[in-house]
């Protein structure tokens, strides 16, 4: 064996807390009594509220350290638990406890403790008959050198008593004392003292028909064995009963007290009966601390009131009054303490300032799972009122703490099962979850180890009642399942302790302590090197002080402590053993003897090292049945730096990170925007927490988070606000139908004969107005053999002006009509054509030149980049599709938005269901809402089909984190393409994109369980349609016939036109017939004029004459 020792020192100190030791719990019910030899009280029985149960412990405080302590018994027969007994010290060291009440009702047993021995055992009483009873008067008093205690009154199984009982301490004879002359009504809970050889009482009963005698006071005199009232004058205390009295001097003091008849009231009042003068004064008015139920001790001067109640609260302090003052006030001597019950082979851990204590096995055999917290600021504890799923009660089971926030326990037994399930804690919300898996599991165990590292729980040893395991079990925090390292280590050790470091991709599991199943101690500290399936077994060092059991552990920055244990399950060492983690220097921090403990737990913060709970040690050598819930302070003393810094406090004052810091890597690192933490001394980024839904956090380092403005948008770990989104839709983009140029070239040529029409009336206009221009047209006549010609005429084939106007006009619309067959022609001559079909009957591979996905991670929470690429933590996984590259980007919008482009060429699906799924595994991988915009070459040349996807949260109290992935539904459509012009290819393929259905959600988390779950998925799945897109373009006509419509349109237009010439000049000729008869007849009148000029005719001029032609004849 090898080690190295440095030093052994001493310069740490170690402190209790309280300083006086841990008080019995609230109790109320409770009898003292005040052992005078050693300057103690001593206590015993009450009802414990916390157990709603009655105790029969005997309790003691010194009043000279001012320390709690118990005294244990050591015998087989002890007493049932009692309330209201009440007790009674012998000189002979003997207790005895008289009457009381117990689960069964009222006891009339008497029982003796010796405190020497520390034996219990029952009594008998001789002389006269008595009852056991509730709440009697009692009190203790000499008389004639013999020692008695008196009872009056009570409540016995016959009812209220109003008889008086003197029991000879000694020889515990019983005798009933005679009612001779007045005597007083039965009472319950009054008050009994001895004065001068006189019995005092004072209380009243409330069914009394006396009520005159409520408020006195009556004297029983030993010497005469008569009652007498006493005739005290002047005012006096209001009756009451469940008052505490004692007399000091020549003076009976009363306590508080209860008054039942209306109108109902309790008392905050002293009031003190000078017994000479027989007159009352208040001595105490208002008081803060009032007693009920309490065991009182008065102790020359001074009167203490030990445990008790009031109205609303139980107490385990002490309250004292000094009598020789004249206003009482009272004053505690300890205060209130709350802790955890006794227990050993529980587990404790720290998050933040508080130190949690969780289950182990009580004094009396008893499992818990039961929590307490320490604040290590404050010093106080308080119980934890957990939720979820809690683990059963147990003890020695396995704990480990992953990070600042979560406790993982795992196995343990209890009296009848030893288990092998698995837990997680949360400390912010205090809720338990059961970490199922769905393979097999490990075989039932306890005192094992476990360790976390990378999302995987390591289970290393362990027993159960036949033996211990050589085993390595690993539990997938991830994928919930367990699988083994291995199952044949070279050692098997149990109640041992252990650790993890990560060393690049390995995990070192570090083994030290504990023993084999037949107690024989290890003295080797292991580390045990984990890489997927390999794992590797080596020896750190060896050392003798490494060979305790039933110890504490404490990992801190640069050492571990190994902390008090036992060898053998016997020797019992109070010692800290320091090992440095590199060099395995070990320095031994001494302690004084029987300081330590075994079965115990502890924690680190700042310099200090807190154990709690377990057994003791006596001489060095265990202690049975001393299990305790003590609790200690270790801490360096005289400047000594023996106990390093905690995690998560930093520099030479230990100072813990702020809120809105974390610790990591031994500095406090500032909480990163959109999440805040308000947590002292908090480990790891999970205690920084996403701002919940409302709010939002646009700082680093934030403690809080700042109101979402009205009519902004702020979903669950927010950075800034955000506007409303309204217009996330699912969208569908595909490729519309070839568009013909029909219209576009009608529309020209519409123009162009549109423009032909003007042009042709314009050059009419233009020639027939210029009878030169129109002469000359008869050149361009172009239907020369298309002139009228006359019957019964030789044909003659003549050139017109007017032949040459239409021969303009054919040509002009000749033009324009053959430019509109060109652009037909040209533009317009493809007929596209689709049907579906089949996708088996597709005999090509179908490929997507280009196929991009982009997703958009809206308030995402990790960095989502590194140097401008991908974080190493964001993965694709594409299942059932080929593709020539993959190229995939990653950038970080606006702080909060982390896109992914993920671009494939060639892309194609090679079965009917396919999937690509995105992982992120970020610590902080989560995102409020996403969206996924698919795009693929379509086959269709220049065109793209696109399909949008958002996806949101039910709530934005929620995020999408978690094992679950989201799935996002894709049809592809195969598409082909074939064209019969080369200006597209002859030959495409592609996919058009359709929604197949709505998104399935995967895992959510609220705020509360964000970091109870891991990593960020989305599956794309991809579905390939059974039937794909044909799509044809084909030429609507080939040149030729192209050419042959050019010519036969030419022609019928010529046609067409010399129709209409042929009509025109019909017009004009018949035109020309009339004008041309127009001027025969004008040149016949113009003849006939001048004739009649010549031959002497005169026209005579007169009414109604007639002239009749003359007659000329003619030979």
């Not at 149960?53 to 309790?59: H, N, P, V």
């Not at 060979?547 to 244990?565: H, R």
Request: charged fraction near 20%; charge should be neutral; proline fraction near 4%.
């Amino acid at each position: 064996m090898y080690f190295l020792l440095l030093s052994i020192v001493s310069s740490i100190k170690v402190t209790k807390i309280p300083e006086s030791g841990n008080p019995p719990t609230r109790l109320s019910g409770s009898s003292a009594v005040y052992d005078p030899i050693l300057n103690r009280i001593i206590t015993f029985g009450g009802f414990e509220y916390s157990s709603l149960e009655k105790i029969s412990a005997i309790f003691t405080f010194n009043l000279n350290f001012l320390e709690w302590d118990e005294i244990k018994p050591q015998s087989t027969f002890i007493p049932d638990g009692h309330s209201s007994s009440y007790l009674y010290l012998r000189p002979d060291r003997t207790l005895l406890i008289f009457f009381g009440l117990t689960s069964s009702g009222i006891s009339s047993e008497v029982y003796s403790f010796n405190l020497n021995t520390r034996k219990w055992k029952s009594e008998e009483l001789t002389g006269d008959s008595i009852l056991g009873r509730d709440h009697p008067g009692f009190t203790s008093f000499t008389y004639l050198s013999i020692n008695y205690i008196a009872f009056f009154g009570g409540q016995t199984s016959m009812g209220i008593e109003d008889s008086l009982y003197t029991i000879n301490t000694q020889t515990l004879e019983v005798r009933k004392m005679p009612q001779n002359n007045n005597f007083p009504s039965k009472k319950i809970s009054a008050s009994l003292c001895f004065w001068k050889n006189h019995l005092l009482l004072y209380g009243y009963y409330p069914e009394s028909l006396d009520i005159t005698t409520y408020k006195e006071v009556w004297k029983y005199s030993l010497e005469t064995e008569e009652w007498e009232m006493l005739n005290i004058k002047g005012q006096k205390p209001i009756q009451r009963f469940f008052h505490t009295a004692c007399v000091y001097l020549d003076y009976m003091f009363i306590f508080f007290g209860y008054k039942v008849d209306p109108p109902i009231d309790s008392f905050k009042d002293i009031w003190r009966l000078d017994l000479n003068e027989l007159s009352w004064i208040q001595v105490g008015k208002d008081i803060k601390n009032t007693r009920f139920e309490s065991g009182n001790v008065l102790i020359n001067s001074t009167f203490y009131f030990v445990y008790g109640r009031d109205e609303y609260t139980l107490f385990n302090s002490i309250l004292m009054f000094d009598l020789g003052q004249e206003d009482l006030r009272g004053e505690l001597l300890v205060n209130n303490w709350d802790s955890p019950i006794k227990r050993i082979s529980h587990c404790s851990f720290r998050v933040g300032v508080f130190m949690y204590v969780f289950g182990g096995m009580s004094e009396i055999g008893v499992y818990l799972n039961d929590m307490w917290k320490f604040d290590l600021e404050n010093n106080y504890w308080s119980a934890v009122i957990m939720q979820g799923n809690v683990p059963s009660p147990r003890a020695s089971f396995s704990c480990t703490q992953p990070n600042g926030q979560f406790f993982i326990i795992y196995g343990g037994k209890d009296d009848k099962n030893i288990f092998s399930d698995m837990y997680a804690f949360r400390t912010d919300t205090n809720f338990w979850i059961e970490l199922t898996a769905i393979t097999v599991t490990p075989a039932p165990r306890y005192n094992a180890c476990i360790v976390y590292d990378n999302f995987k729980i390591y289970i290393i040893g362990g027993q159960n009642a036949q033996g211990s395991f050589k085993e390595i079990w690993y539990y997938d925090y991830i994928e919930s399942t367990y699988g083994y390292v291995t199952k044949s280590l070279s050692f098997s050790l149990i109640k041992h302790n252990c650790w993890a470091v990560k060393e690049g991709e390995s995990s070192i599991l570090n083994v030290v302590g504990g023993s084999s199943f037949e107690e024989f101690p290890n003295f080797f500290w292991y580390q045990i090197e984990v890489l997927e399936d390999f794992f590797n077994v080596s020896v750190k060092m060896s050392s003798d002080y490494f060979y305790y059991t039933d110890n504490a552990l404490v990992v801190s920055k640069d050492y571990f402590y190994i902390i008090y244990g036992s060898v053998m399950s016997r020797y019992m060492k109070s010692d800290i053993c320091k090992v440095h983690l590199i060099t395995g220097e070990v320095e031994i921090l001494k302690l004084p003897i029987d300081s330590g403990a075994y079965g115990h737990s502890a924690c680190h913060w700042k310099n200090s090292i807190y154990v709690f709970g377990g057994g003791k040690s006596l001489d060095a050598f265990r202690l049975e049945n001393s299990i305790t819930n003590n609790f200690f302070k270790i801490e360096n003393s005289d400047n000594s730096i023996d106990i390093e810094c905690s995690i998560s406090t930093i520099g030479k004052n230990c100072t813990p990170c702020i809120p809105g810091e974390y610790y990591y890597n031994k500095q406090c690192i500032p909480c990163p925007k959109g999440k805040f933490s308000s947590v002292i001394a908090a480990f790891g980024e999970e205690q920084c927490i996403p701002c919940p839904a409302g709010t939002y956090s646009n700082k680093i380092g934030a403690d809080y988070c700042l109101e979402c403005p009205y009519e902004f948008y702020c979903p669950l770990g927010s950075i800034n606000p955000k506007v409303l989104l309204n217009n996330l839709e699912k969208q569908e983009i595909h490729p519309g139908n070839y568009k013909r140029k029909t219209n576009y070239i009608s529309g020209v040529v519409n123009k162009l004969v549109c423009f032909a029409i003007v042009a042709c009336f314009g050059i009419g206009i233009i020639t027939m107005t210029f009878k030169r221009v129109w002469n000359k047209l008869e050149c361009l006549d172009l239907f020369a053999k298309k002139h009228r010609q006359e019957l019964e005429v030789p044909v003659v084939y003549r050139r017109t002006s007017l032949g040459g106007l239409f021969s303009v006009f054919f040509v002009l619309i000749s033009f324009f009509l053959l430019t509109g067959s060109f652009l037909t022609y040209f533009l317009d001559n493809i007929i596209e054509m689709k049907s579906l079909m089949p996708s088996i009957t597709l005999d090509i591979d179908i490929k997507s030149s280009l196929f991009t996905i982009e997703t958009n991670f809206y308030i995402y929470g990790g960095d989502c980049t590194t140097n401008s690429k991908c974080h190493s933590k964001i993965s694709v996984f594409p299942s059932g599709i080929s593709y020539k590259t993959m190229i995939m980007t990653c950038n970080k919008i606006e702080e909060d938005t982390c896109q992914v482009i993920i671009n494939f060429s060639n892309f194609s699906i090679d079965s009917t269901l396919s999937s690509i799924t995105l992982s992120f595994k970020e610590k902080s991988s989560y995102t409020s809402f996403f969206t996924v915009n698919f795009t693929s070459s379509s086959s269709i040349p220049d065109s793209f089909s696109s399909v949008f996807i958002p996806v949101n949260s039910p709530s934005s109290k929620f995020v999408f984190k978690g094992n679950s992935p989201t799935l996002v539904y894709l049809r592809l459509i195969p598409s082909l393409f074939t064209s019969e012009s080369s200006e597209w290819k002859n030959l495409d393929t592609g996919y058009h994109l359709q929604i197949d259905e709505d998104p399935k959600i995967g895992s959510l988390t609220s705020q509360n369980g964000i970091n109870f779950e891991m990593y960020l998925y989305v599956q794309i799945i991809l579905v390939k349609s059974e039937t794909g897109l044909n799509t044809q373009r084909i030429i609507n006509n080939n040149w030729y016939v192209s050419v042959g419509g050019i010519l036969g349109t030419i022609f019928g237009l010529m046609n067409f036109v010399s129709v209409f010439m042929n009509i025109f000049e019909g017009i004009k000729e018949s035109y020309n017939k009339k004008i041309r008869k127009k001027v025969s007849d004008k040149r016949i009148l113009q003849r006939i004029k001048v004739f009649r000029s010549e031959f002497g005719y005169d026209r005579d001029k007169g009414k109604r004459i007639k002239v009749a032609p003359i007659d000329i004849l003619t030979e």
